[in-house]
């Protein structure tokens, strides 16, 4: 799929081919608000070579999803998405399924296998993903859950171990801990034996607690770069704060993550790339990053979930039909954990 004209029709229309080729999916044909979403019918793909083929079960949404649909003039040259239009107006990125079919080169799965993972165009009945993309699905959580996780759940795990260096016994603060991103980072920190202190807004105080903070701020009350505290290690979802606030909340040799740019991305993404660089020397770090999905870190939230250390926190759940919904209301920023799209397969045998 590469074009919207390739892509088929409005999917509330009569079909006139083959239905076991087509099926449902959202596409972004043009830059914009959530509006400019379609729910049509497009050709199902044929996993080739090292892709999987997955009928999904449930997909999540992301801000990685909705920065792109604006279509921010920067993204569109740095991402190389389209100048004009998107390139590939193919909608989503988590997901949560059964293996359907797969290439000649696939050997780590085979069709009826549930698993979980990111793919082009998740927001879809099916999906034609790289094998490394996928790995296993939990045992003890649903496809919903497991679609919650690959990236919000990897770019906390990213943040703490690989750019924030965790260890038992730091003092840690995540900021947002109440969205996505924020819900994995408290519990990802707490299973590395850290002390926890969670900052959200007032609505969300109780359920940061129930996912184990220790300690948790209203912001709405209270800026935890002005109380005084000093924590090893700060993981921030919402990069509102200038770098100084932050080395002022850091301890000697602490670091803050930066992982989440919610008014003025492109502004403040090129903010905290530059200066968080030049300011990043001495005994105290304020960093960013961009996560990278591996099927080693996949593979190492799927035992945390198993072992009962990190529970998936969903928010709202949204047919596919509903996408722009869905994306809209995530928009707002407000959402408490993660935004579930799910899948109708009645209709097909």
């Not at 679609?147 to 260890?167: C, F, S």
């Not at 995530?330 to 799209?341: N, Q, S």
Request: net charge positive; with cysteine; proline share 6%.
């Amino acid at each position: 799929m590469t074009t919207t004209e390739t892509l088929a029709r409005p999917a509330s229309e009569a079909q006139t081919r083959e239905p076991t080729k087509l099926m449902k999916a959202i596409v972004c044909p043009r830059y914009g608000p959530p509006d400019v979403l379609q729910f049509i019918e497009v050709e199902k793909p044929v996993p080739e070579g090292g892709r999987v083929l997955v009928k999904i079960h449930a997909a999540s949404a992301n801000p990685a999803d909705y920065h792109p649909m604006r279509g921010p003039f920067m993204i569109r040259v740095i991402g190389r998405t389209g100048l004009r239009k998107p390139k590939d107006p193919r909608f989503g990125t988590d997901i949560a399924g059964r293996v359907e079919a797969i290439g000649n080169n696939v050997t780590r799965f085979q069709p009826g296998d549930e698993v979980f993972g990111v793919c082009p165009g998740g927001f879809a009945e099916y999906g034609s993903a790289r094998e490394d993309r996928l790995t296993p699905k939990p045992a003890n959580c649903s496809f919903e859950e497991a679609a919650a996780v690959p990236v919000a759940g990897l770019t906390a795990l990213q943040a703490l171990r690989d750019h924030g260096h965790i260890k038992s016994g730091q003092k840690v603060l995540v900021n947002g801990a109440g969205g996505g991103v924020g819900t994995f980072a408290v519990q990802i920190a707490k299973s590395f034996g850290t002390e926890v202190t969670g900052v959200t807004s007032t609505q969300n105080l109780d359920m940061v607690r129930s996912i184990g903070a220790d300690r948790v701020i209203d912001y709405t009350k209270e800026d935890f770069t002005r109380t005084g505290e000093r924590y090893d290690l700060i993981c921030d979802n919402a990069a509102m704060h200038s770098i100084s606030d932050y080395k002022r909340a850091l301890n000697p040799n602490g670091t803050c993550v930066i992982v989440g740019f919610r008014d003025k991305i492109i502004r403040r993404l090129l903010y905290f790339a530059i200066r968080g660089r030049l300011f990043s020397r001495g005994d105290k770090k304020v960093v960013f990053f961009i996560a990278k999905i591996t099927p080693n870190d996949l593979v190492f939230m799927k035992e945390l979930i198993e072992a009962g250390k990190v529970v998936p926190a969903i928010d709202r759940r949204y047919p596919l039909r509903e996408t722009s919904q869905a994306i809209r209301y995530l928009e707002e920023g407000h959402a408490r954990g993660k935004v579930i799209i799910t899948m109708d397969h009645s209709s097909h045998t």
